[in-house]
């Protein structure tokens, strides 16, 4: 500050008169009153009298009366200042309004990173705490329309952008109060002031923006599908606080304590910064060090590119000295997030590769391991570079080969080859099933080795068709019917009544152990029905065509031929149900 | 194997059977030395920290340099458990009874841990927040010739001390009025923007979270391992989870925390037990200064340099109600050396805190990666038979 040309200056006494005049300890009327908020003029004679007393301190002799008046006074003006700082500060901060519920019209060229220079200038007509309430709506986003909300949110918060939090002319009769207070050796009251009013006010905000103070034990409680929700939230209200609420805080420092002593800007921003920041952190490192287990995989890797996306603004919002422990728990948390994410992948693994269980799943069905390795929930993923994207897509691979392999020593199991065969076709499908339904997961895993497993898909089809129907149908052959060897000489009555016995019971047995088996995706049990029916049914049709008429004639026809194509058709549909049918069922009889 | 191999001569057996038996005693017999070193190795920690803290001793009860030694002690404490408990251990032994109910309780007190570690850390931050308020009035006193503006400027940074430290929880309106110089017209104060009042403890914490409640919690289900399971596994779990309640609770009763109203001042150690002597002796101790201080309402906590920015505190403050200056002779050396003692105070504070804090979170992160690593176990030894899901 310029001290003001010779002509201006206040004789010492007149200047001790106007300090206590202000003395709010002494006098009525200056409690009631604050300097700053009268006309320009008073507040000029104030800090004109406080640079005079501050003057005249130097050239006293130290140990006299006067020097101890002098002394006395510079107290008082201190404490005065320090309140008028307090009061000037405290007017313009407030938490974000909630009324502003418009939503916010982003200027893409503002969303750079911002010098100081353009500070004073800065051409928003609205209140500062009228924008960031808009910031902090938005990032509510309107209704459910998470995209929408997303879409600007991502618009305002992709890069750091300062807010400036208090008008220009406060800043200039802050710096001027700050000024005179630190010359005089009040630095540390100053800093106390401030951060007595800044700390709250982020308080606030936090408040504002959902960020909730959670203990561990009350992450450990939460079921995963809350945390999700946490942690989509969380990672939305980091971007705003590092990238816009804390980036505006330092600014702030900056442009209020700017080339006052060494590094006051960046001491005081540390003051108030650093618990929130701590705060913030501290629910990601939680959900680092929750129990592992695969469903939370994505949402692990989610918060992690999160936090990842943040670390260069992070970098730079902190980037003194003095905030070096905040750059380092990013930092840590960070690697700690990858770590659990490895874990848990590899842990699966583990549990996949060893996975001991000799108990068939019972009726083939889906095996809760298959169920559990392609689960992808979240449209919107960004998928970590753990070592690089593309090593990451193999690594699923990996684990759904595990799994393959796995899932193929479990089906040797089923004692019947059949019912193997459908349980691999059951499990194979849900994977073919999830990954199609992913493009996410699509993408990565690749449309070749989904080829590759819907090849898989198709021989277990073929493999149960033939080891359930092979012998079913062997009964329908002509071969060793006819009595000498052609159909000319006639058909052998007891051979055909044999085969039609033979089929009977195959078939009764087939339909009541399949009926009980299951096949869990509805379009897939159809298929197979469909394709039973198109081998079966005409293979006893053209039979029953053929040799019926042999059997009629005799007696106990009715013995061999218990059904017609009709029946059988019916009996398909019992199929891959999942309910055991009673025997009772098949003994329908129509002709 | 050998159970249903019948073939064999019945001497045969027998002898396999006895091989069996000394083998197995020699481990147990390792297994019991360990036991024995862990619990010495406890019981010689702690007694250094009682003569630590004894009146030549080197660093006060619950000074921050003590503080600094029992979380080390901590620190070593959990490093030998783990030792004993996880390495070379066959996992099944963990899940054995009674360890397969005792070992979840001990992750379970380790979880409430981390959070008394969070809030401690919160706390630590408060403490800082006293030192500097007493660094004003420092820098105030050690100005010479010592001028009326200046003792004042001390007396207001000592008052907003005092108001700090007799804070109760939630907003004190008494307070509000007496920091603020002047009254104002319009209705626009809340009680945020005033100075001295710390930053609300109570914001750092989840809402209804308490301190207290915690460390009640923590030391429930405590019972020492009786007759037969007192010589196997159960017993260092035992030791370890009173050596962690201990730690968190002297942690809790020195540094600010949300709620510590109800704070046990009672624990059923196992006095006779030569590991815990010393570790209840402490706790004799600090019960007996927090009951103390129970008589005034006094949130501040324990910590010996806390305690001591109180008594200087009020001290110097007489002396600056009564200032007039030019300073008399009488009565100044007290003042100048109470300063000293002041400037001294805040000095250790200073070197201490920042790295007490960075203890404290690798207490956290030690405690992580012990439950980690004995979940591990837990899992490889837990049951194999059902799938996981």
Redesign the interface.
Known sequence: MEPPPEDCRIPLDAAEKIILAWDSTACEEARDRMIFESDPQEVDRYLQAVDEIQRSLSSTSLDSQSGNKVNATIKIAMARLEDEFRNILFTHTSPFETDSFTSITVDPSSSVHSSSSSSFNSATPRSPSAELGDLVDDHFGGGDLEDASRRSSYRSTSSIREIDLVPSDAIFDLRSIADRMISAGYLRECIQVYGGVRKPAIDASFRRLGIEKLSIGDIQRLEWEQLETKIRRWIRAAKLCVRVLFASEKKLCEQIFEEMGTSVDDTCFLETVKGPAFRLFSFAEAISKSRRSPEKLFKTLDLHDGLMNLIPDIDIVFESKSSESIRIQAAEILSRLAEAARGILSEFENAVLREPSRVPVPGGTIHPLTRYSGDPTTPDMEFAELEGKTPFALHLIWVIVILQFNLEGKSKHYKEAPLAHLFMMNNVHYIVQKVQGSPELREMIGDDYLKKLKGKLRQAATSYERASWMGVLHCLRDEGLSVSGSFSSGVSKTALRERFKQFNTMFEEVHRTQAAWLVPDVQVREELRISISEKLIPAYRSFLGRFRSHLESGRHSENCIKYSAEDLETAVLDFFEGNPVSQNMMRRRSH | MRATDNQGSFLNRISIRRNQVVSMDGNHEQELQDLELFQKQVADRFSDLLSSSSEDGADALLSVSWLRKLVDVFLCCDADFKAVLVVGRDPSQISKPPLDRLVPEYLDRV??A??VC?AV??GV?AVRHYQ??A??AV?AFEQR?I????V??AK??LNSLMLTLEEQEGSNLKSAERT??????TA?ITD??????V?SLS?????G?SAAKQIQAMSANLVMPRGAESSGLASPVYIMSTVMVFVMWALVAAIPCQERNGLPTYFPWPRQQGWAQSMVALQEKISEEWKKKREKPRLAGLLEETQRLERLGQSLIEFAESFQ??TGAEGFEEVVAQVAELAETCKKMEEGLVPLQQQIREVFHTL?RSR?EI?HVLDQGGK??????
């Open positions: 979880v409430k981390l959070d969070n850390s919160h931050e500097k308020l660094e004003i820098s010739p001028f009326d503006g200046q004042r400027r207001k940074a603020w110089s002047f009254g104002r017209r626009n945020r923007a005033l100075p001295g009042r930053h914001w750092n914490m989840a809402k979270w200056f030019p992580v980690t979940l194999v038979s059902a799938p996981p899901m």
